[in-house]
Structure formats: C-alpha cells, structure tokens
C-alpha cells in the first residue's frame, strides 16, 4: 500500500489525538486508502518514522507516499484547506 500515516496509540497530548482522527477521518471521506504504523509499538518504528522525515524530533501524526516523505499534521490541513490532497500525497 502507498499512503502511510504514522501515528501513537498512546499519548497524553490532546491535540495529537485530535490531529490522528482528522487525518483518518479526511483520508477515509475522500476513500484514500492508508496503512496504520503505530509508532508506540517500539521505538524503532519511531525512530524508522523520524530517519524518514530528515527530524529527530518529529511528532504524529505524519503521511509518507511508501517511503516518501510528504508531511505532517499542519502540512496535510493546508492541503485540505487547497483541496490538493492527493497532490500533497504524491498520487497525482
């Protein structure tokens, strides 16, 4: 599967939680199919998920086209905002 979106089953943040459900709740309206990497499984998906986006200190949730970065949670609302999702997702 292309689109991955990584993100944490567990956190205290509000607005990470918050940002995780929008995310699946756009991607799912507009029937992009996604794959689900929950970094809280072990700190080597968190840090495969940092290496990949070039930011030691990044934070979920954040969308990659397979390996390919494409941005998180700020990134992805302004491209809904533009509704150029799919060109923010490197489909098109």
């Known amino acids: 599967m292309g689109i991955k979106l990584y993100y944490t089953t567990v956190t205290a943040s509000r607005t990470v939680k918050s940002q995780q459900s929008e995310v699946m709740r756009i991607l799912e309206s507009k029937s992009i199919q996604y794959e689900l990497i929950d970094i809280?499984?072990?700190?080597?998906?968190?840090?495969?998920?940092?290496?990949?986006?070039?930011?030691?200190?990044?934070?979920?949730?954040?969308?990659?086209?397979?390996?390919?970065?494409c941005g998180n949670y700020d990134d992805f609302s302004e491209a809904v905002e533009g509704d150029t999702v799919e060109q923010f997702l490197k489909m098109a």
């Open 40 to 69: 809280s499984l072990s700190g080597e998906l968190r840090d495969e998920m940092r290496n990949k986006a070039g930011d030691p200190k990044a934070v979920p949730p954040l969308l990659f086209n397979e390996d390919q970065y």
